[in-house]
């Protein structure tokens, strides 16, 4: 009879969504070291051996760390897809059976406590349930985007209208300022497209588990984590526990697979505050128009700095200009507005410390979730 306590991670194939889950399983590794974690690996059509050079330098500095790499996906002829979300999710789809053949797997040798998947497999929730192992699920950006997801299927139910018919049209959710119909999540904008119908089962699927893993602190977002755990995001039955353990970081080891450590000696070399920085994701893409507004913005400036301002403009379809890129830039580093928000920055970062420190929010939130899997 399987004894050896296992916990199972299922991301979504991009390479953000991996990292995060690894630096869970290795963040779960130091909570309980006899834990044996497993990480299954869903093959995509496409770039197939993108996540490969990270997958075996995390295996070799972290062995505690098991990965399964899935039978790869061929997609039928008939398929169709408008975005890149739509595939990840018909390859999820399409995993079902080999997850589910490799949790039976895992189970001969372990007891298998929890399956923790990305937020974007509501197809693995059934999976888990009929091999009676617990779904959670784990939430890798903000807790105020965490509750603007989970609240989706209300604002749903009170109109028929798609976001991208409302403009400006102002969306309220618990715990977070009101958001522009506008500017939600591209994918969700048309409630007649696949993708749409995909979040949507998503955002119903994730207060159903058995909780919801945060990649936030409670300093960070307390009204949001607030307006989450009280419920009032789900109008319609109860939420799952909510776990903010963040914030999950890389280890400088494996930032060095991808020339992170050149990265890192460039950013030392500059003066203290001088750099903006903004991540668009792995799969961040951008016209050749507006990647060239983007470096005439920054070409104007006399420093080098990178970075990329948040308004866009709705009369230019979401195009972003070049002199907006140099105004905020310019604000963001030179302005006295810029300077109360770097100081924000600097406390944040001390708050962020603090809560993955013992004692601290985030360590107390990871014990009680490794907890829960006793029960």
Not at 217 to 229: D, G, H, N, T, W
Request: aromatic share 6%; net charge negative; glycine share 4%.
């Amino acid at each position: 009879m399987a004894t050896e306590e296992a916990v199972v991670l299922y991301p979504t194939p991009t390479i953000g969504h991996l990292k995060a889950m690894v630096e869970l399983g290795k963040l779960l590794l130091t909570h309980q070291p006899s834990l044996s974690i497993h990480i299954l690996i869903a093959t995509p059509p496409y770039q197939a051996n993108a996540t490969a050079p990270y997958i075996a330098a995390v295996s070799s500095a972290v062995p505690s760390l098991t990965f399964h790499t899935l039978p790869e996906i061929t997609l039928p002829p008939s398929s169709s897809v408008a975005h890149h979300e739509d595939l990840t999710f018909e390859v999820l789809r399409l995993n079902n059976p080999y997850v589910h053949d490799a949790l039976v797997s895992i189970s001969n040798k372990h007891k298998i406590q929890a399956l923790v998947m990305d937020f974007f497999i509501s197809v693995g929730f059934k999976v888990a349930t009929d091999l009676n192992i617990r779904p959670y699920y784990l939430y890798t950006a903000s807790a105020g985007s965490l509750a603007a997801f989970i609240y989706q299927p209300t604002i749903h139910n009170q109109t028929t209208e798609s976001f991208k018919d409302m403009g400006d049209v102002l969306l309220h959710t618990p715990g977070v300022p009101p958001i522009p119909a506008k500017d939600m999540p591209k994918p969700a904008l048309d409630r007649t497209s696949k993708a749409y119908e995909f979040f949507l089962d998503c955002s119903i699927t994730l207060p159903k588990s058995a909780g919801i893993i945060n990649n936030s602190f409670q300093v960070l977002e307390p009204r949001a984590i607030k307006a989450i755990s009280d419920g009032l995001c789900v109008t319609d039955s109860l939420t799952a526990p909510l776990y903010c353990i963040g914030p999950l970081i890389a280890s400088i080891d494996e930032k060095k697979t991808d020339g992170g450590d050149q990265c890192l000696t460039w950013l030392d070399s500059q003066p203290s505050k001088s750099v903006v920085y903004l991540c668009f994701g792995s799969l961040g893409l951008f016209t050749k128009e507006q990647l060239r507004e983007i470096a005439l913005g920054l070409e104007r400036m006399e420093e080098i700095k990178i970075a990329l301002p948040i308004v866009e403009s709705s009369e230019n379809n979401g195009f972003v200009k070049s002199d907006e890129v140099e105004k905020r830039v310019r604000d963001l580093m030179e302005s006295s507005e810029g300077k109360l928000v770097l100081e924000q920055i600097t406390a944040m970062k001390e708050a962020a410390e603090a809560a993955l420190s013992d004692g601290g929010s985030s360590r107390l939130a990871l014990a009680k979730l490794v907890e829960s899997w006793k029960q």
